[in-house]
C-alpha cells in the first residue's frame, strides 16, 4: 500500500520559514519523483515544486528562490523548506507522487497560515 504521512505547518508570521516533511512507505522511494503542491481557500491546486528521482529539482515562479524540496532517500522522506513566507503562502499542502506502482497518490495535507 503506498502511502505518503506528511508533518510539520501551522502558524508563521510573514517572513518566517517553516518546514513540511512527507514520509513515503509502499515504494521504492529513492526510484520515484516527488511534487509538492498547495491548495489556498477558493483556488485550484498549484504546484510548488517538484524532485525527479536524482534530486533535480523546479519550481514555479511565485515560490522560486524561497521554496527548496529536498529528499533523504535513506528515510523515505522529501522535504519542503519554505522561507520568507508571505500571506499568499497560506493554503493546505500536499505531498505527491504521480507515478507511483498504485498510480497518483496525495499526502493528506497539512495547513500552513502565514499571518501576523
Known amino acids: 500500500q503506498v502511502q505518503l504521512v506528511q508533518s510539520g505547518g501551522g502558524l508563521v508570521q510573514p517572513g518566517g520559514s517553516l518546514r513540511l516533511s512527507c514520509v513515503a512507505s509502499?515504494?521504492?522511494?529513492?526510484?520515484?519523483?516527488m511534487t509538492w503542491h498547495r491548495q489556498a481557500p477558493g483556488k485550484k491546486r498549484e504546484l510548488v515544486g517538484l524532485s525527479t528521482d536524482s534530486g533535480v529539482t523546479h519550481y514555479p515562479e511565485p515560490v522560486r528562490g524561497r521554496f527548496t524540496i529536498v529528499r533523504e532517500d535513506a528515510k523515505n522522506t522529501v522535504y519542503l523548506q519554505m522561507n520568507n513566507l508571505e500571506s499568499d503562502d497560506t493554503a493546505v499542502y500536499y505531498c505527491?507522487?504521480?507515478?507511483?506502482?498504485?498510480?497518483?497518490?496525495w499526502g493528506q495535507g497539512t495547513q500552513v497560515t502565514v499571518s501576523s
Open positions: 509502499g515504494f521504492i522511494f529513492s526510484n520515484y519523483g
Open positions: 505527491n507522487v504521480p507515478h507511483s506502482p498504485q498510480g497518483d497518490v
